[in-house]
């Protein structure tokens, strides 16, 4: 059985979050014989115009229940993602959703233009938590979405990713969906800070709750909208509440850095649940 | 001379079994049967292991100092657990016959050379663990191996005696002076080089321990393959959260992530002052 997200059609409802499935392929050994397959998709982790090499360790912090992470967003820049990561996850049979950021509005849109005129892709999904000035300001979020819908020159499905933070977050969403997004991934990071002070996110079980909360909230006030759940979902109990919330799909991210089965034996018990 | 280069080999994820634990100097040495491990073992391969208590998320890996015949089992697997910090702690009061999840083995291990030179093993502490089944590999090559093995004191330095069984030359070397010679690698390592000739030199230990080797082996025209030890939160490629500062092919820096790119990288390519 399957489910509808934003046009497309997924095997199942699980996703695996930007940042925590690598390139892909080092995920292939842990989803069994089906490999990426197995998955309701793939959103790859954030590529931005130019490669960057990421930043200063410690990077991931292991915190109670939870991990917090400023990797300073590793990675190898449109061009050589285009070149040398997209062909081969084109070819893995899962729906490949390609999470972009930049610093401007201006980066965003040019990053759309290229994934744009790019076989293999199924979704963008917009990391407006990247966005140099104003992240976080619900109008800076819907100016982002408004530019990648304006410069996608082909109905290429739009996702956002928005922070479950309660105070904004239907606000926030109304934006984004009034600006033209086709679905709202609400699940990123929790703002945190690593021990040494620099800004950091915080995800795991420790802000299931709270991603929770934000799901329903959002889902209560868009009845129509698609939503995503994510956040600290490392069983399929833990899905089972995010789509009973509302959510048509879910994201499973730091629980793979944990144990990187869980992708294939959330999606195994999901497709089961469906059927 | 050429040296191979790493192979990746494919990593399993099992519940593995502890099948012993025993106290030897400061460290404890864990024999845990993880079947799939063994087979796929090269030296240099490290294993993941997820604590028992889910709210400590990051992974903790262990070199694999051994793979052993154990009766019934087929091979086991074992470690060398430090029985400090969160996840050692936890290893090290495990009492035989819990279940342990494993990931393994993962990350690039040591390249072999294609001929039977001279080669030169140096660890320290319990990070010279991968150098044991180096040492039998090497030596299988018809390679003459020659070690040096540091620790702090007595207790921190691992089996010398095995060492001198399996190779041609041991130099002991302890900071304190409690066995063999008082100082540090960075000490020894000039002599060690010109005494055993070696056109290979592989190295385990602390950052500033294998910089001193790096760039030891290279002042010698000796390549240089360091087994470099940083956090891997994931130990799997997933979470870019083991940065290593490298020098491509190209020139170019890079970063490098220690769990999927190394652990063993070589000695010339890393960036030792930009690695914290």
């Known amino acids: 059985m399957t489910v509808e997200l934003a046009g497309l059609t997924l095997a199942n409802p699980l996703l695996v979050a930007s940042g925590c499935g690598g390139t892909g392929r080092e995920l292939v050994p842990c989803l069994g014989e089906q490999g990426l397959a197995a998955l309701g998709g793939f959103v790859t982790r954030s590529i931005t115009l130019d490669a960057r090499a990421g930043g200063p360790a410690p990077r991931v912090v292991e915190t109670p229940s939870g991990l917090l992470h400023a990797t300073g967003l590793p990675n190898p820049g449109i061009d050589l993602f285009l070149a040398t990561e997209l062909p ?52 800076q979020a819907a100016s982002v979405v408004a530019a990648v819908k304006r410069d996608l020159p082909r109905g290429l499905p739009v996702l956002v990713k928005i922070r479950p933070d309660l105070v904004r977050v239907v606000e926030t969403v109304r934006v984004v969906l009034e600006a033209g997004a086709d679905a709202v991934v609400v699940g990123t990071a929790q703002p945190a800070a690593l021990p040494d002070g620099r ?13 929770l909360r934000c799901v329903t909230e959002v889902c209560a006030a868009f009845p129509a909208a698609q939503v995503v759940g994510g956040g600290g979902i490392a069983t399929a109990a833990d899905a089972r509440s995010f789509l009973a919330a509302g959510a048509v799909a879910v994201q499973v991210g730091a629980a793979l850095l944990h144990d990187p089965t869980t992708a294939a034996r959330l999606a195994a018990d999901l497709t089961q649940e469906l059927v | 001379m050429t040296v191979a280069t790493g192979e990746r080999a494919g990593a399993v994820h099992v519940s593995g079994e502890l099948l012993d634990t025993k106290r030897i100097g400061a460290f404890r040495h864990l024999t845990v049967v993880a079947p799939g491990v063994p087979e796929r073992f090269r030296p240099g391969n490290f294993v993941a292991i997820s604590l028992g208590d889910s709210s400590f998320l990051a992974r903790r890996s262990y070199w694999v100092h051994r793979v052993r015949p154990v009766g019934g089992y087929g091979a086991a697997i074992q470690l060398v657990v430090d029985p400090n910090g969160v996840g050692g702690a936890w290893l090290a009061g495990l009492p035989a016959g819990s279940r342990i999840k494993v990931t393994g083995p993962l990350g690039r291990p040591f390249a072999l050379p294609k001929e039977p030179v001279s080669c030169l093993l140096v660890g320290e502490g319990y990070s010279a663990a991968p150098l044991f089944p180096l040492a039998e590999r ?76 790096a760039a030891a082996a290279e002042a010698h025209g000796a390549w240089s393959q360091t087994a470099v030890e940083v956090p891997q939160p994931c130990a799997t490629g997933l979470c870019h959260g083991c940065p290593v500062p490298v020098v491509g092919e190209d020139g170019v820096a890079r970063v490098a992530r220690a769990c999927s790119d190394g652990p063993v990288l070589r000695g010339d390519r890393v960036r030792w002052g930009d690695l914290g």
């Open chain 1, 199 to 211: 800004p950091a996110g915080l995800s795991g079980p420790a802000v299931r709750p709270l991603a």
């Open chain 2, 138 to 213: 090497l030596r299988e090559r018809g390679c003459a191996v020659t070690m040096v093995v540091a620790g702090a004191d007595e207790a921190h330095l691992l089996s010398s005696l095995e060492a001198r069984r399996s190779v041609r030359a041991v130099t002991v070397v302890t900071a304190d002076g409690s066995v063999g010679q008082k100082g540090r690698v960075a000490g020894v390592i000039e002599e060690a080089l010109a005494r055993s000739q070696a056109e290979v030199v592989y190295a385990a230990g602390p950052h500033d321990t294998l910089h001193a080797v």
């Open chain 1, 88 to 139: 081969w996850l084109a070819r893995q049979d899962t729906r490949v959703v390609v999470s972009v950021a930049g610093r401007t509005i201006g980066e965003y849109a040019e990053l759309a233009r290229r994934l744009g005129r790019s076989p293999g892709l199924a979704a963008i999904e917009v990391n407006v938590d990247a966005l140099e000035t104003g992240s976080g300001e619900p109008f």
